[in-house]
């Protein structure tokens, strides 16, 4: 199972997939690593915070060309 979530990762974006896709780092965590400590789950969630706001930053100034943007 492990063999299988880790080549899924490793799975490269294709094309435009990046412009649609918001980038949030994982501090390392596995996606079987289910024992995380309250202090560990509030880091990946200010890592998404900070993924999330960075995308908009960028998806939102004009002199970005995403894709996606209406």
Do not use: C
Not at 48 to 69: C, Q, T
């Amino acid at each position: 199972m492990t063999t299988i979530i880790e080549s899924q990762g490793n799975t490269h974006m294709h094309s435009d997939d990046w412009h649609r896709t918001i980038y949030i780092d994982t501090l390392g965590v596995g996606t079987t690593d289910f024992d995380l400590s309250d202090a560990m789950k509030k880091k990946l969630e200010n890592s998404g915070k900070k993924g999330a706001k960075a995308y908009f930053k960028w998806f939102n100034n004009p002199k970005s060309s995403p894709i996606n943007r209406p």
